[in-house]
């Protein structure tokens, strides 16, 4: 979404008492001239919205214009402090595009054949996390949040180097995992799989997507730092401190997307893509909304659509993929090729299958506001998640959210997060193209009053698990944690 610059550049208030201080790798908008853009991403936009509401404090790296320091103003709440940092290029090639993406991503996602990594990495990548922990010590000399929370797998050592800094009375410091936390056998991929361990047991609390991500960190804390201790209540003893490792999966602001949804601008909006792509006149189509990133199984989706059409050619003119496909990361290698396969991965559907009035895929390759792809998701026949792998997936419950009332199915990977909440969404194995085929025939058959009831319990499943139990969850599991400490004192 685009918005005109709704912004006051300002310092840090000295007299700020905020509930959060959040931190990031990446900042939430991105400003061009007098335009305020929102990258892609259902995190970053879950957390921009929270602190629009609560108020608090950002820390994150500049990738865009406009001041160091600014205040993000908002109509629903008292809006945020945004404090941006200025990282020297080089050294943040390689700490994000190297270390972070070419290291961390693939080997935790179990996908040791794209890693990359180079001897220079890693001190850059720590380098970078001091960085990020003086700027928080910085702020922390006139701000007084609740809890300091970093985020993610670029910032695993920013705890470890800011108890270096012996800032008094310093917040509880939290941490999330937003992507799968690896089997103990995967983790040995990464040469400072030690280094990276140590510096998620400097929190205080730190939380994991699933139960079994939850479960491997345990394992792999046990089985490479020395002196750990698992207690029967599930805390961490370390170098004479107490860590709290939970499961807390993240959502989505499910009512925000039902009204987004319903809105008839929005539903414009998206009706205007769809004619303007060759699906006008009440077209069925599935939606699929991804980074192009490897982890998404696109070449897997190619693969389920080519035994769709095989296996069912009666659906041939009759309904289409549109894919929106954001390309990432164009700066790495591996991914521009990547991307080039996808490429010629469509290509390929649609000169097999299509013909001049009608092709299988109708790919986009541009973000989409919000409030477009809500409207998309409303009018969509269904949704396709293929990942092989993924932290949650919140796409999948966007679309639930903005299907209130309809009937469109959700065709959830087994390999996400999200279907290890939703336990009778329908599930798919992009592994297998053919059962994944299946399955999308014989639910798209359903009729429409029975898909519509289940998309009504697969919503209140994603409501009782929103984004405010996600932040409920990280604030109640402090005040516990704080109560076991006092316990052990007394």
């Not at 189509?285 to 050619?313: A, C």
């Amino acid at each position: 979404m685009d918005n005109k610059m709704d912004i006051d550049e300002r310092s840090i208030l000295s007299d700020q008492n905020s509930r959060f201080l959040v931190v990031t790798n990446r900042e939430p908008i991105v400003i061009k001239g007098d335009q305020i853009k929102h990258p892609a991403g259902g995190v970053s936009q879950s957390l921009h919205r929270l602190l629009l509401k609560e108020g608090g404090i950002w820390i994150a790296s500049r990738d865009s214009g406009g001041p160091d320091q600014l205040h993000v103003e908002s109509s629903e709440g008292p809006g945020y402090d945004l404090e941006r940092m200025n990282i020297p290029a080089n050294l943040k090639s390689e700490f994000y595009e190297g270390f972070s993406n070419d290291v961390l991503w693939p080997a935790f996602h179990g996908c040791p054949e794209f890693m990359a990594p180079a001897p220079s990495f890693y001190s850059s990548y720590d380098q970078v996390n001091q960085m990020f922990a003086r700027k928080i010590g910085k702020v922390l000399c006139t701000a007084n949040p609740s809890v300091v929370w970093i985020h993610d797998y670029q910032l695993t050592r920013v705890a470890l180097w800011l108890r270096k800094e012996h800032i008094p009375n310093l917040p509880p410091l939290a941490f999330f995992c937003h992507i799968p936390w690896p089997k103990k056998e995967h983790l040995t991929y990464i040469s400072e799989h030690k280094e990276i361990i140590e510096g998620l047991l400097s929190h205080d609390l730190i939380g994991f997507q699933t139960e079994q991500d939850r479960e491997n960190f345990l394992q792999a804390t046990t089985s490479f730092i020395r002196n750990t201790e698992i207690r029967p209540d599930g805390m961490i003893r370390w170098n004479d401190r107490l860590i709290k490792a939970i499961s807390m999966p993240i959502g989505v602001d499910s009512a925000m997307f039902d009204r987004m949804a319903n809105n008839p601008r929005n539903l414009a909006k998206a009706h205007a893509i769809l004619t303007a792509n060759q699906l006008g006149n009440n077209a069925r189509f599935l939606i699929s909304v991804d980074r192009m990133d490897y982890t998404k199984g696109f070449i897997q989706r190619f693969e389920i659509l080519r035994k769709l059409f095989s296996i069912n050619p009666e659906l041939r003119g009759k309904i289409s993929l549109l894919q929106i496909a954001v390309p990432t990361r164009t700066g790495q290698k591996v991914y521009r090729n990547h991307q080039e396969k996808i490429r010629q991965g469509v290509l390929a559907i649609n000169q097999e299958f299509g013909d001049k009035n009608w092709l299988p895929i109708i790919s986009i390759e541009e973000t989409l506001d919000q409030e477009t792809l809500s409207g998309l998701y409303r009018l969509a026949e269904g949704a396709l998640i293929t990942s092989t792998i993924d932290g949650m997936n919140l796409v999948s419950q966007e679309f639930l959210a903005s299907q209130h009332g309809g009937h469109g199915v959700l065709f959830l990977s087994r390999y996400t997060g999200t279907a290890t909440i939703l336990k009778n969404a329908t599930a798919i194995d992009p592994l297998d193209p053919l059962q994944s085929a299946e399955t999308i025939i014989s639910e798209l058959a359903l009729p429409i009053e029975l898909r519509r009831n289940r998309n009504l319990s697969l919503l209140e499943q994603i409501r009782q698990n929103d984004i405010s139990h996600w932040i409920s969850s990280l604030m109640s599991n402090i005040s516990s944690y704080a109560n076991i400490k006092k316990s052990l004192v007394a």
